[in-house]
């Protein structure tokens, strides 16, 4: 006799769901029936962070949508995302939620997957911000640089200049009591927001700890150039700051911080210039491209950095996004001991300019670079502005 399967008690299919780690999973179990379908809720919130899509630099012939391409099947996902269309820059993706600033002050928070959207204080509310003006054409900010010396920058330049990068300290609808960490491109400022702040504060005592920023534990922690941290507590009323004297990092060109379950651990990057030409008749140009990666993790009692010769089954993603660490063996199409990295470092618009992003995967065990599917290495298609970017979908 066959087993009627849609008669399972609520309560079992519903234990059931929450063992499911994977998004696409659990999309496929609320599908299988209706009486399945309506014993547990449509968005899970139980889901641990998930293999992280790649948003590719936007389409000519399509300006409302957004291609993503999943590891796990090889497939592009096509997403309405008209809010980071033409004229638009992100400036991170954190927790699902990508980072969006336009020829405005607004800074926006968008869940590509869900769509829901939040503002965070606008650029203008930044303390080194002077003034904001539509009406000074070409000049609209006022800004006071940290000699004390008075500038001015377009609409466009602070778009493409003023903020580094972005985080969330969580995902925004899951705690309303989130926080926002900004690294400012050229101070080396980190500056902050609370959820229904109407201005951004600057953290005093961390400046030039701007390479890269995570939140781990409840607290951020920030990087200098040399490896060094600024731990910055800002639940309270006003920032505390200390720091972590690790020994000065030599070499590498750029750095990263990933949280990884209980370890904190450094990625430095290593970069390299080549000559490239964009058509036979042109003159070549310098440009940058990675060549290795080096991971460390710290040693509290030292404090040090330990130099790690292997990942294990780690999966690390970085770039513009939040740093992120995953179980390789927990997803399908995701390689263990290995470095998943996109462009994050380029200072000049890409617009019109032939050659390839700097961007693929890095396996430690024997230092090569494999290209990313959907991106191959050494083509020469017309690059797009901004590069790609790693996003992961977070149905909540």
Request: contains cysteine.
């Amino acid at each position: 006799m066959a087993v009627d399967w849609t008669q399972l008690p609520p309560e079992l299919v519903e234990t059931i769901s929450k063992s499911l780690t994977i998004y696409a999973d659990y999309l496929h179990f609320r599908a299988v029936c209706r009486t399945w379908r309506s014993s547990i809720p449509r968005t899970p919130n139980h889901l641990p962070p998930q293999l992280p899509w790649l948003m590719l630099p936007q389409s000519q012939s399509d300006q409302s949508h957004r291609a993503f391409f999943n590891l796990s099947t090889n497939r592009f996902h096509f997403l309405n995302l008209p809010e980071a269309s033409h004229r638009k820059r992100h400036c991170g993706s954190s927790h699902g939620w990508l980072i969006i600033l336009d020829d405005s002050p607004i800074i926006l928070l968008i869940n590509p997957l869900t769509r829901a959207k939040l503002s965070l204080p606008p650029v203008s509310s930044f303390p080194n911000v002077v003034s904001f003006n539509y009406s000074d054409i070409g000049r609209e900010y006022a800004l006071r640089n940290s000699l004390g010396d008075r500038c001015t920058r377009s609409l466009r330049q602070m778009r493409d200049w003023f903020i580094k990068k972005v985080i969330l300290s969580c995902s925004p609808l899951t705690e309303g009591n989130f926080v926002a960490m900004a690294i400012l491109n050229q101070t080396g400022d980190l500056a902050y927001c609370r959820n229904g702040d109407q201005s951004w504060t600057i953290i005093e005592n961390a400046r030039y700890f701007s390479e890269d920023v995570v939140c781990f534990n409840g607290l951020f922690y920030a990087v200098n150039k040399a490896g060094q941290i600024a731990v910055c507590d800002v639940n309270g009323d006003s920032p505390e700051v200390w720091f972590i004297e690790t020994p000065r990092q030599h070499g590498g060109d750029l750095q990263y911080l990933v949280s990884s379950e209980n370890e904190l651990l450094l990625v430095t990057r290593y970069l390299d210039l080549e000559f490239e030409v964009d058509h036979p008749d042109m003159q070549p140009h310098l440009i940058y491209r990675t060549m290795r990666f080096e991971v460390s993790r710290l040693e509290w009692g030292g404090p040090r950095w330990a130099r790690m010769r292997s990942l294990g089954d780690k999966a690390l993603f970085i770039g513009e996004n939040t740093s992120l660490s995953l179980s390789a063996n927990d997803f399908f199409g995701c390689m263990g001991n290995c470095i998943y990295y996109t462009d994050d470092y380029s200072d000049t618009n890409y617009d019109d300019h032939f050659g390839e992003h700097d961007l693929g995967i890095f396996k430690l065990w024997d230092g090569s670079i494999e290209s990313l599917p959907c991106y191959p290495r050494h083509s020469r298609s017309r690059l797009r502005w901004p590069p790609p970017l790693w996003v992961s979908p977070n149905p909540c």
